[in-house]
Each structure stands twice: as C-alpha cells, then as structure tokens.
C-alpha cells in the first residue's frame, strides 16, 4: 500500500487532521495534495477527534486518487472509509494500553471493515517538549541521545513482526528526528522507515532521506504555509 514513486528513493505522506480541515476544504486540499507529489494521505490525529471522523474520512475518499491510510491515535478513530489502517504499537513506551488493548478494541471493526492493516511499530523520540502523543499515551519518549537504545527498539518491532518501523518526534515536534537517528536506524532494519514530527522544509526532508528515511509524513507545515507549492517542492527534495 505504501509505495515510493518509481524512480524515487521516498516518498511524501500528508498528515491529515479530521479536526484542522473542514468538510468543505477537503476537495480542494485534496486534489492539491496528490497533484503535487504526494503518494499517501495518513489520517488522525494523536488527540481525541471532536469533528465527524467518518464523514471527513468519507469525503477524502471520495476525492483520493492515492491511498488513505488510518493513523488512529486510539481505536476510536478507526472508520470503514479509508483503504487501509496503521496498526500502531507503541513500543518506545510501556504502557499496556497502546501495546495491546487498542489492538483488541479495533481488531474485529478493523476484520469487518476490511481494511489493509500495515502493522507498525511506533517509537516516540524526545524532541525537546512534552508532546501530545507523550501526554496523551501517558508514555516517555525515547531519548534522542541514546542511538543504540533506539535501534534495539526499532530491531525488537522488527523482530516481532511488524512490517513497518515509525520514528516519531511528535507534531509540531522543534526539533525533528535527526538524520544520525534514521542512519542507525536504517543500517539495522529491513523494513521501510517512515519518519514524522516537526518536519518543516523540503531541504530538511532532502537531509532526512538522503539518512535513509523511506517516507517522510508533513502535517503542520502545510497548514501553515502560505506557499502553494511547498506538498512539490517536498517531492521534489526526496526523489
Ligand atoms: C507525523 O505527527 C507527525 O508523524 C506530523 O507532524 O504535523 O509536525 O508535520 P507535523
């Protein structure tokens, strides 16, 4: 489901909030999103949703020539109008609740719905402040200046099974996860690396990618640029 672009050595998800887009600005976001270069639309949001879920998850889909794919921050945000769904552990934390019992809450609605379940393993990495993924999983981030305790996390999701390793500095993250971070990372593991949080310039996503990131995830940046072009010029940066 995720896929880079042929030719491309990565790939250009967008993060998209059900609570920071309205109804009717999602066409229009939509098309700009995926005619710029992006491959993947990830959707959710690390705090509980106060908007319709469903109906704007409905009306991406409706628009989406690319995959939208759940990026549920708890198994109340999982909805059947998506293609497929981030099963996300928590492994930087230890708390059960995002270890296993999300999991068991949305595993039968995930089975009935049908959706492509991309098993993930999520590892939250200090990025300066208490982020809302920190405040809401009531869990530490791993710290940024212990490179090998990072592997061994993301080599443990690994060898647990998971097919896809998630480094995430938190949105809005000030400082983002760093490229000696994402080489380690990706000298050790085989599956693809997607990395997030506080991503904020196509050049930064360049340094990133050239470190081994497979897909690089934007959220914020483009909420808040006045550039209409910037979803481009970060899929140019990464090819
Ligand atoms: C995805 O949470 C991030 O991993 C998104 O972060 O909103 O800071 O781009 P930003």
């Known amino acids: 489901m995720l896929n880079k672009k042929e030719g491309n050595r990565s790939g250009l998800i967008v993060l998209i909030d059900p609570d920071k887009i309205k109804v009717e600005d999602v066409i229009s976001k939509v098309n700009i999103y995926q005619e710029q270069g992006a491959i993947a639309f990830f959707y959710g949001s690390s705090q509980p949703v106060k908007n319709d879920i469903h109906a704007i998850a409905k009306e991406i889909r409706?628009?989406?020539?690319?995959?939208?794919?759940?990026f549920p921050g708890s198994s109340e945000q999982v909805t059947p109008y998506a293609d497929g769904?981030?099963?996300?552990?928590?492994?930087?934390?230890?708390?059960?609740?995002?270890?296993i019992e999300h999991h068991v809450k949305a595993a039968p609605f995930v089975k009935k719905m049908g959706l492509k379940v991309l098993p993930t393993a999520y590892l939250l990495i200090e990025c300066g402040y208490r982020t809302s993924v920190e405040?809401?999983?009531?869990?530490?981030?791993?710290?940024?200046?212990?490179?090998p305790n990072i592997v061994a996390h993301a080599l443990a999701g690994e060898m647990i099974g998971m097919r896809y390793v998630y480094l995430e500095a938190g949105s809005g993250a000030k400082n983002p996860v760093?490229?000696?971070?994402?080489k380690a990372v990706k000298a050790e593991i085989s599956v693809p690396l997607i990395v997030g949080g506080g991503i904020r310039t196509p050049e930064y996503a360049k340094t990133l990618v050239e470190a081994?990131?497979?897909?690089?995830?934007?959220?914020?940046?483009?909420?808040?640029?006045d550039d209409k072009e910037i979803v481009r010029k970060f899929a140019e940066a990464m090819k």
Not at 85 to 99: A, K, V
Not at 212 to 225: R, Y
Request: glycine letters at 6%; proline letters at 9%.
């Open 62 to 70: 409706a628009c989406a020539k690319i995959p939208l794919i759940l």
């Open 85 to 99: 769904i981030l099963f996300i552990t928590l492994i930087s934390g230890r708390n059960p609740d995002y270890l």
């Open 135 to 147: 405040r809401v999983s009531k869990t530490q981030p791993l710290p940024s200046s212990n490179i």
């Open 178 to 182: 760093s490229p000696e971070i994402i």
């Open 212 to 225: 081994g990131a497979d897909f690089i995830v934007v959220g914020n940046v483009l909420e808040k640029s």
